[in-house]
């Protein structure tokens, strides 16, 4: 069983940017994929971002060019650098480890 933990989110104002945290337990994390979703006030969760075992990331075209996802193998840490960051960004985002799921960290865009 894996434990994720996101961290990294707040208040922001629009334009501003955030780096969002996802720690993995276990010592096999470079062998997972992980994706960052989010869900917004009333919406449904949507995917974000992934990053493969191997590094090549995929964006959803909406986000493509003001997020950012990477990974750091050695501290079993997957991040998402948010800029230029948008009311509409505002929602919880999620890291997702294979069938695991974090708590989620709440991302809240606004003046």
């Known amino acids: 069983q894996l434990q994720v933990a996101e961290s990294g989110g707040g208040l922001v104002q629009p334009g501003g940017s955030l780096r969002l945290s996802c720690v993995v337990s276990?010592?096999?994390?470079?062998?997972?994929?992980v994706d960052w979703h989010r869900q917004g006030p009333g919406q449904e969760r949507e995917l974000v971002a992934r990053?493969?075992?191997?590094?090549?990331?995929y964006y959803v075209d909406s986000l493509k060019g003001r997020f950012t996802i990477s990974r750091d193998n050695g501290k079993n840490t997957a991040y998402l650098q948010m800029n230029n960051l948008q009311p509409e960004d505002t929602a919880v985002y999620y890291c997702k480890v294979s069938r695991y799921w974090g708590q989620g960290t709440h991302v809240t865009v606004s003046s």
């Open positions: 276990g010592n096999i994390f470079s062998r997972y994929d």
């Open positions: 990053i493969f075992s191997d590094g090549v990331a």
